[in-house]
Nanobody, 124 residues
Framework: QVQLVESGGGLVQPGGSLTLSCAASGFNFGNYFMSWVRQAPGKGPEWVSSINTRGDSARYADSVKGRFTISRDNAENTLYLQMNNLKPEDTALYYC?????????????????WGQGTQVTVSS
C-alpha cells in the first residue's frame, strides 16, 4: 500500500524558514520522480518543485525559485522541501506527490500518488 506522509508544517513569521518532509512507503521510492504541490486557501493547486530519481536534478516554480530547495534521501525513502525567506503568499497546504516521469502539473490527480498534506502558515 502506497503511503506518503508529509510533516514539518507550522506557523512561521515572514522571512522565516521551515523544512517539510515526506515519508514514503509501499513502493520503490528511488525509482520515482517526486514533487511538491501546494494549495492556498481559495485558490487552485500550484506546482512548486520536482526532483528526479537520483536527486541530482530539480526544477522550481518561478514563485519559489531561489528560496526553496527540494531534495531526497533514497536510503531513507524521504523527500524534503527546505523553505527560506517565507512570505505570506507561501501560506498553503503542501502535498508531496509521486510520478514515474517528470511532472510539473498543478493538479494532484495528474500524479500517481499523493499524501494528505501539511499546513504552512506564514504570518506575523
Amino acid at each position: 500500500q502506497v503511503q506518503l506522509v508529509e510533516s514539518g508544517g507550522g506557523l512561521v513569521q515572514p522571512g522565516g524558514s521551515l523544512t517539510l518532509s515526506c515519508a514514503a512507503s509501499g513502493f520503490n521510492f528511488g525509482n520515482y520522480f517526486m514533487s511538491w504541490v501546494r494549495q492556498a486557501p481559495g485558490k487552485g493547486p500550484e506546482w512548486v518543485s520536482s526532483i528526479n530519481t537520483r536527486g541530482d536534478s530539480a526544477r522550481y516554480a518561478d514563485s519559489v525559485k531561489g528560496r526553496f530547495t527540494i531534495s531526497r534521501d533514497n536510503a531513507e525513502n524521504t523527500l524534503y522541501l527546505q523553505m527560506n525567506n517565507l512570505k505570506p503568499e507561501d501560506t498553503a497546504l503542501y502535498y508531496c506527490a509521486t510520478s514515474n516521469l517528470f511532472m510539473a502539473a498543478n493538479e494532484l490527480r495528474d500524479y500517481d500518488y499523493w499524501g494528505q498534506g501539511t499546513q504552512v502558515t506564514v504570518s506575523s
